[in-house]
């Protein structure tokens, strides 16, 4: 995301002595803006002054701001507070967004699980109910990419973009947009989340509209460049078949003294944080530099544990007869819970203070 010609990041804001509110102009920064150092907030730009400041919109309050980069009216933005004496708001990078998810991930963890494992139940019944004829072939697309007999990774990267898109269109041969897969897609999680046929039901049309707005959190989330201050990382739903599992995997880039370095050199981190239908809460976090792999599954309990440990030689062979090595695998049993691990992993990728919980609930 860009504001201008340069990378919002590097820009500041920094809000002038006088502010405005519905009632007109007011001294300085509105008491109601309780602002710390390092707060996370979310600002409109509402317009602008005759003397070329910008207002922006923070919480039902505006005020005026002097701005380093060009600013269009209606862009949301998130601003990070670096001081308070004086205020000086910079535009966030991914934290923002980061913290948004976790707010709304927080009000209601299985939300996108229910409404991924909807969407492809709809898929099977596209072709016999009437309301989904029309969106048959977009159900069916989806659970062509979500599915299949034997792995394949093009189908993942298929399925992700899916899912994350920001909905780019590609001109036809008329000239005009046409909608790709991801626009569609989510074009039809709207539309289902409606349930004009009344199929889903009350409980899963709610996944659904839940669904529709954590993917649009995640696409913001992705779609972000990361400061220099971060690692680029990269947040993904993931759905097994037959409701086997869902859950989220978190992609973390070692940042590396090095900008220009390879990913092999590098190196990157996988952290899977899962709901299985009969493991229950499984997290494994893969740690690959060069062809090294080091990986440890926590899972919730000892039965889980004695049960996973004898495979993990299987897997440390086929990592090998693979190319890489040493590969080694350990299995222990949580100390936290899957949910606090998912929200400790983002806040360390996105280099966030901790969230408090309360302010996660939605």
Not at 21 to 49: M, R
Not at 62 to 72: R, Y
Not at 203 to 213: I, V, Y
Request: proline residues 4%.
């Amino acid at each position: 995301m860009k504001i201008g010609d340069l990378p919002f990041l590097l820009k500041g804001i920094q809000m002038v002595t006088s502010g405005r509110s519905d009632g007109g102009p007011k001294a300085g920064v509105p008491a109601s803006l309780l602002l710390g150092q390092g707060q996370l907030v979310k600002g409109e730009v509402a317009g602008f002054t005759p003397e070329g400041k910008v207002l922006i919109d923070i919480g039902g309050q505006v005020v005026e701001a002097k701005s380093e980069v060009a600013l269009k009216q209606g862009s949301v933005l998130w601003l990070e507070v670096q001081q308070t004496e004086p205020l000086w708001l910079r535009v966030a990078d991914k934290k923002g967004a980061a913290q948004e998810f976790l707010r709304q991930y927080y009000g209601d963890p299985a939300a996108m699980g229910k409404g991924l494992r909807a969407l492809l139940g709809m898929a099977f019944l596209s072709e016999t109910e009437q309301s989904l004829t029309d969106q048959a072939g977009v159900l069916q697309n989806f659970a062509n990419t979500a599915m299949g007999p034997e792995a394949d990774p093009d189908r993942i990267i298929r399925l992700l973009a899916m899912l994350t898109g920001g909905g780019t269109a590609e001109s036809n041969t008329r000239g005009q947009a046409a909608p790709g897969p991801e626009k569609q897609l989510h074009e039809l999680i709207a539309f289902l989340a409606e349930d004009r046929g009344g199929v889903l039901g009350k409980a899963n049309a709610s996944a659904m509209q839940k669904l529709g707005l954590l993917l649009q959190l995640q696409g913001e989330l992705n779609s972000l460049p990361a400061s220099p201050q971060q690692a680029q990382f990269l947040l993904f739903p993931c759905v097994f078949a037959m409701g086997a599992g869902v859950g989220q995997w978190l992609f973390t880039m070692d940042q590396g003294e090095d900008a220009g370095a390879t990913a092999g050199e590098r190196g990157y981190t996988l952290s899977f944080f899962l709901e299985m239908s009969r493991l229950g809460e499984v997290q494994i976090q893969l740690r690959v530099k060069d062809q090294a792999v080091q990986g440890e599954c926590v899972v919730n309990g000892e039965a889980v544990r004695e049960h996973l440990a004898p495979q993990l030689a299987e897997l440390e062979a086929l990592l090998g007869k693979l190319g890489y090595g040493p590969v080694h695998f350990s299995c222990r049993v949580a100390k936290t819970g899957m949910l606090e691990s998912l929200k400790t992993g983002i806040e360390a990728a996105a280099q966030m203070d901790s969230v408090r919980i309360v302010d996660l609930k939605a």
